[in-house]
């Protein structure tokens, strides 16, 4: 652990690597306004902990912070555009700004993630945006960056002497699990990208090509996946109620438990199996009129919060362990309750109908 100027560190390291899973979220700073804070600079500014994982001798993979460095770089990238085409000394200037800070040769020093690096590639190489990407966070605090320096006539040397004054603690994290360590740091605080950090768990245990072919299998749009997990999730574990904030960590618990007494290959089958009858649930898949017919009914009625139960019955109807009538029988009784529901305009509690339909599933 060290502290460390941030602009300093910018300059020292050839390439910043990010995580597969790390995303440019609104969580970014604006610098300048740390400027308003503290016009005299009387005092130093502390950034807070960045951990890191030393990659090469002079490269590194940020476990936390990548907002602090993308918003730096685009700080960096603003007063770059705001002088440029100035005079021959600030032309100057701009050149070794991009140099010691922003580029290692010919491309950027910081690497982003596949859903970020094309909008900072952008950026830095200054090519026309669609009016999608200017509604995305860099290129709003970018745009602001640019706006405060011109409105308020900001100097390059007053921006770099405020500059001067942030430091870090800098956190190296050998020997640790760097998605365990981001998850912890940032899932309390702002939204992550839960099925991207599933990825790479399945990635770390050598089956990624399998569950994504899971995943492009059955779920057209992401939204699909996370409800599937959801109520997998519910149907494995019991849950009354679930955050869907912790469909990594609830999918991590599972996989690591089940592991211990079936091989990866058949956990996976299982996973399979059950989002091919979600995908079936979702889509209205049935060979069977009278079961379709049944769902149209439960999707009619607004019936989503029944599905992770209904995937339980439907496990059990695919197996051979309830009849066909059953099932049906069990899915009209589980609309009436939809019907009930709607017309009472209260919500009923499902949990009740649930121990009936499970005595009468025990029963049959």
Not at 28 to 39: K, P, R, S, Y
Not at 178 to 203: P, V
Request: aromatic share 12%; with cysteine; charged share 25%.
């Amino acid at each position: 652990m060290k502290t460390i100027n941030l602009l300093k560190f910018l300059n020292n390291v050839h390439d910043i690597y990010t995580l597969d899973f790390a995303r440019c979220s609104g969580e970014l700073v604006n610098f300048l306004d740390l400027m308003t804070e503290d016009e005299q600079f009387t005092k130093s500014i502390d950034l807070g902990l960045i951990f890191v994982n030393q990659k090469s001798l002079d490269g590194y993979t940020i476990v936390d912070g990548l907002g602090r460095f993308v918003s730096l770089s685009l700080l960096l990238h603003a007063i770059c555009e705001c002088y440029k085409k100035t005079t021959s000394q600030n032309e100057k200037a701009i050149k070794t700004i991009r140099s010691k800070y922003l580029l290692n040769g010919s491309k950027p020093k910081l690497h982003l993630g596949e859903e970020d690096s094309d909008l900072y590639l952008k950026i830095i190489n200054g090519e026309k945006l669609s009016g999608h990407e200017k509604t995305k966070p860099m290129f709003v605090l970018l745009h602001n960056f640019w706006t405060q320096i011109k409105e308020e006539q900001l100097q390059a040397s007053k921006i770099f002497g405020m500059l001067q004054k942030i430091h870090i603690t800098l956190v190296e994290t050998d020997n640790v699990s760097k998605r365990d360590l981001y998850y912890k740091i940032n899932s309390q605080n702002r939204e992550l990208n839960q099925i991207n950090l599933i990825d790479d768990f399945m990635k770390e245990n050598g089956i990624l090509d399998e569950w994504n072919e899971i995943k492009s299998g059955y779920f057209v749009n992401k939204s699909d996946i996370e409800i599937f997990l959801k109520d997998f999730f519910i149907t494995k574990f019991n849950y009354k109620t679930f955050n869907p904030k912790r469909i990594y960590e609830s999918f991590v618990n599972y996989f690591e438990t089940m592991i211990q007494y079936t091989a990866k290959d058949s956990l996976l089958k299982n996973i399979r199996t059950s989002a091919g009858l979600y995908y079936n649930i979702l889509n209205l898949n049935f060979a069977s009129d009278d079961i379709k017919k049944a769902f149209i009914e439960i999707k009619r009625h607004e019936g989503e919060d029944t599905y992770a139960y209904i995937l339980s019955v439907y496990e059990d109807y695919s197996e051979g362990r309830i009849t066909e009538a059953t099932f049906i029988e069990i899915l009209n009784t589980i609309d009436e309750y939809l019907k009930n529901r709607q017309k009472s305009g209260k919500n009923i509690d499902f949990n009740e109908l649930v121990q009936y339909l499970n005595a009468f599933i025990t029963c049959k």
